[in-house]
Each structure stands twice: as C-alpha cells, then as structure tokens.
C-alpha cells in the first residue's frame, strides 16, 4: 500500500461527532490534532473573512484550538446540537468574543497543540474559498464545503491507491468535474486501452461512488442522516457567485 494511501485512510478514520467525544479521555490530544487536521481551514477562513488580518486570524486559529484543548471547552458538545459546522463556528465565535481574546494577546504556536498549521496552505485555501464582498460567515460556508469536498477527493483516489490503480483515476477524474456531454471518452479509452463504451461506464461507476462518499462524509456530521439531501444542497449553494 502507497504511504499515500495509508494517510488517508488514518485521517478519514473520523470525521464526525465521535471526534469530539474522544476529547474527554485518555486520548484527548491526538482527537484535537484529528480534529485540527480536518477543520482548521474553515475556521481559519472564517477568522480571516471577520478579521481581514493575517497575523490576526492565525493567532485566533491556533490561540482556539490550544485554548480548547487547555480547558477542554468541547465536553459540553453532543449531537443532539445539530450540525457539526455550525456548532464548530459557533464555538469559535464564542472564543473570540471572549474576553480570554480581548485581556490575552494569543501567541502563535503557544499552548499544547499537538501539530503545526501550514499558513501558506491555509492562506492560499482561503484565496480559494472567498469571493468579492463575502461575509466571513458565506466565507466559512464556502471554505467548508471545499474542505469536504478535497476529503471525498483523496479517499476517492485512496481506494483506488489501495488497488495499485492510481493511474485509471488520474484518468477517469474529469468525470467529476466536467459535464457529460463535454467529457471526451475517446481520449480516456485511449489513455486506459479500453473501448470507449468501456470508458463511459467506468465515470458512471466513479461518479456514482463519488456521491456515495461525499453523502457518507456529510452525513457524519449530522444529528439525523435523513437531512444529508438538504445539507449537500446547502453545500453547493455556497459555492454559487456572490451576489
């Protein structure tokens, strides 16, 4: 299996509101460092989006998952709460209204986080992620969905990592991201030496596993997975021009 690979699958292994659950035991740090690997974009785009700082936002990102490992400020969450994005933003809302960040500068890299934040790559993210004139609210939405979608991503092409097959999904992935009607098959069944009937029923296969993966993903982070439809639309809607 590709060292590639392996990542992955330990970083997909939860997403949900298990992670949470784990930050009142024994294994406390490492659920934060899960937690901070897979959400700190959008908080951090958030922060960026309401601060307009740099320097600031990185403070509040980093200062808010040291301070809530510090006094474990997430025990109090469960799912009964609702969405997991929502209680996440509302959290770090919290923190910054706070007057821990009003009477205590937040010093970058202090307290106990376990891992360090790439704010290069968070920065280019959040170039991604905003549009002109957006709320710093439109921009978590956005930064979220975005964030979730790269995570179908990868465990998508996991899976065919596990499979030494790396290469059919480099070549079958503009299926995902092109309309049909403009996906040229001909080229593909040329890439992969298959008949191009071949070819159209392999996106089928990796479309239809796509939308499995992302309502899975999605519906971890709901209290009842009979609202992934509306949450997906939700989603995408945030990812429509800004008007």
């Known amino acids: 299996m590709p060292a590639s690979s392996n990542i992955r699958q330990q970083q997909f292994a939860s997403t949900d509101w298990s992670v949470i659950n784990r930050l009142?035991?024994?294994?406390?740090?490492?659920?934060l460092a899960t937690l901070c690997e897979l959400y700190w974009k959008p908080l951090y785009a958030y922060a960026r989006g309401k601060t307009r700082d740099v320097h600031k936002a990185?403070?509040?990102?980093?200062?808010?998952?040291?301070?809530?490992?510090?006094?474990?400020?997430?025990?109090?969450?469960?799912?009964?709460?609702?969405?997991?994005?929502?209680?996440?933003?509302?959290?770090?809302?919290?923190?910054?209204?706070?007057?821990?960040?009003?009477?205590?500068?937040?010093?970058?890299?202090?307290?106990?986080?376990?891992?360090?934040?790439?704010?290069?790559?968070?920065?280019?993210?959040?170039?991604?992620?905003?549009?002109d004139n957006m709320t710093a609210d439109r921009i978590f939405d956005?930064?979220?969905?975005?964030?979730?979608?790269?995570?179908?991503?990868?465990?998508?092409?996991?899976?065919?990592?596990?499979?030494?097959?790396?290469?059919?999904?480099?070549?079958?992935?503009?299926?995902?991201?092109?309309?049909?009607?403009?996906?040229?098959?001909?080229?593909?069944?040329?890439?992969?030496?298959i008949s191009e009937t071949a070819a159209r029923q392999a996106a089928s296969r990796l479309r239809k596993r796509y939308r499995e993966l992302l309502k899975a993903e999605v519906s971890r982070t709901l209290v009842d997975p009979a609202d992934v439809d509306d949450e997906i639309n939700r989603m995408f809607q945030s990812l429509a021009p800004n008007k």
């Open 24 to 31: 009142d035991g024994p294994n406390a740090d490492q659920a």
């Open 58 to 131: 990185q403070d509040l990102t980093q200062g808010f998952f040291a301070h809530v490992l510090a006094k474990n400020s997430l025990r109090q969450a469960a799912p009964d709460r609702g969405r997991f994005r929502s209680f996440l933003l509302t959290a770090l809302k919290n923190f910054m209204a706070s007057e821990y960040v009003r009477d205590n500068a937040v010093q970058r890299g202090g307290g106990r986080l376990a891992i360090s934040l790439d704010f290069e790559d968070g920065e280019r993210h959040f170039g991604h992620a905003m549009l």
């Open 142 to 193: 956005r930064s979220w969905t975005l964030t979730v979608l790269d995570q179908v991503m990868n465990r998508l092409r996991a899976e065919f990592e596990l499979s030494d097959s790396a290469d059919r999904f480099d070549a079958l992935q503009p299926a995902l991201n092109s309309a049909t009607g403009d996906l040229q098959y001909a080229a593909i069944a040329e890439r992969l030496k």
